[in-house]
């Protein structure tokens, strides 16, 4: 029998290669509204978090008319001024199919808004192959757990019976909080090193040894 019933994924740096975008839409953002540019490993280490707790480590002087500024600025640059690609990984979408053919229900924990994930699952075609999703503006941001709590209440999941994967300490420190395990991808935001810090069941360097981790479970 299959050790998990439900698999919840991260997106950004877990499923679409969209770090470098990130990183370079919020340096764009300071730079055009002449505040400090914060470093590409600080960058890095908010992905995930919704854009308040985002802006509260990044800009934690910036007032509120200000961080709206940056808000609607970042919105601007990654929708349309920024022309950098954020490409599926590739096996991403493969590893979908197979868990799916394997009978485990597949969901979204993300640290976009509603309307931003919304728009990369119909761009990409993945919105099919996910029951559920919760995302940074339903539930509070990672890495509190209640986007898995509300997963796993919808879904009628146990905690022992899902994984989440993600490419952030925030991902490992969210499942943890929630009983759930959790399983590292070193390609996106946070490092091997740095997510073996908050020892997930397992690090992945590459999409498809998910499989390998998953359906050997």
Known sequence: MKQ???????WDGTLMDSV???VA??????RTLDVIEPSEQAVRDIIGLS?????????PHADNELRQQMV????????S?????????????????QLKAADHQLAVATGKARAGLDRVLSATGLGQH????????????KPHPQMLQLLLLQLDVPAARAVMIGDSVH??????SAGIDAIGVSYGAHSRDKLATVAPKAIVDAPMQLLDVILAA
């Open 130 to 141: 996910f029951v559920a999703s919760r995302c940074a503006d339903e539930a509070k941001s």
């Open 72 to 79: 609607d600025v970042y919105r601007q640059q990654y929708l």
């Open 171 to 176: 991902d490992m420190n969210m499942a943890h």
């Open 81 to 97: 001024l920024n022309k950098m690609p954020s490409p599926l990984f590739s096996g991403a979408e493969q590893v979908l199919l």
């Open 20 to 22: 470098g975008k990130i």
């Open 4 to 10: 998990y019933d439900l698999v919840i994924f991260d």
């Open 25 to 30: 839409c919020m340096q764009q953002t300071a």
């Open 51 to 59: 854009m308040q707790e985002a802006l509260n480590v990044l800009h």
